[in-house]
T-cell receptor, first 112, second 118 residues
Framework: KNQVEQSPQSLIILEGKNCTLQCNYTVSPFSNLRWYKQDTGRGPVSLTIMTFSENTKSNGRYTATLDADTKQSSLHITASQLSDSASYICVVQNTGGFKTIFGAGTRLFVKA | GAVVSQHPSRVICKSGTSVKIECRSLDFQATTMFWYRQFPKQSLMLMATSNEGSKATYEQGVEKDKFLINHASLTLSTLTVTSAHPEDSSFYIC??????????????FGPGTRLTVL
């Protein structure tokens, strides 16, 4: 069964601290994994996209990693800011794009 | 990056009326658009896949006669919620796939439409 599981469900951190969000998947055959940021009441915005051959990709303070062998990905946020408060969604797509599986998301709260 | 717009951003309607939501790809052509529904604190749930010039493909459990989808051009898809009821109140998000000759068909999401049915 194709699934994407994210942890933790929610996270509270202080401004300036780092954090790491996890994503485990069972989607097969794997094509790509994406991390999105969704602000409350807005549509998701793409942060990173990784294919099978990529194991790390950065976008500013966001760094995503991918281990295709263990089917795990992480999103690391460095020096968090208040504006990082949002839901972070892991999305995995299978080959051919016939199936796109969304994780339930991690709700991040950054406090001053 | 590519831009997808939705209109309206918010709509409040009376029970029994119909509501139309537009999704436009502003700077690229999208042969495929997707419609999602999102309830509070939950992830996006795919409702249907809309292909330009053909009938939409609905996910299991989604009533095609209630959620009418039209994809008449390469830049516009519409979702009409017919005879809306309070349980249809939700956040509706569209996305458009930019084929663009790239190996990965990335989806770009619209900003969403908040529907409230009284």
């Amino acid at each position: 069964k194709n699934q994407v599981e994210q942890s933790p469900q929610s996270l509270i951190i202080l401004e300036g601290k780092n954090c790491t969000l996890q994503c485990n998947y069972t989607v097969s055959p794997f094509s790509n994994l994406r991390w999105y940021k969704q602000d409350t009441g807005r549509g998701p915005v793409s942060l990173t996209i990784m294919t099978f051959s990529e194991n790390t990709k950065s976008n500013g303070r966001y760094t995503a990693t991918l281990d295709a062998d263990t089917k795990q990905s992480s999103l690391h946020i460095t020096a968090s800011q208040l504006s990082d408060s949002a839901s972070y969604i892991c999305v995995v797509q299978n080959t051919g794009g016939f199936k796109t599986i969304f994780g339930a998301g991690t709700r991040l709260f950054v406090k001053a | 990056g590519a831009v997808v717009s939705q209109h309206p951003s918010r709509v409040i309607c009376k029970s029994g009326t119909s509501v139309k939501i537009e999704c436009r790809s502003l700077d690229f052509q999208a042969t495929t658009m997707f419609w999602y529904r999102q309830f509070p604190k939950q992830s996006l749930m795919l409702m249907a896949t809309s292909n330009e010039g053909s009938k939409a493909t609905y996910e299991q459990g989604v009533e095609k006669d209630k959620f009418l989808i039209n994809h008449a051009s390469l830049t516009l898809s519409t979702l009409t919620v017919t005879s809306a009821h309070p349980e249809d109140s939700s956040f509706y998000i569209c996305s458009a796939r930019d084929v663009g000759g790239r190996a990965i068909n990335e989806q770009f999401f619209g900003p969403g439409t908040r529907l409230t049915v009284l």
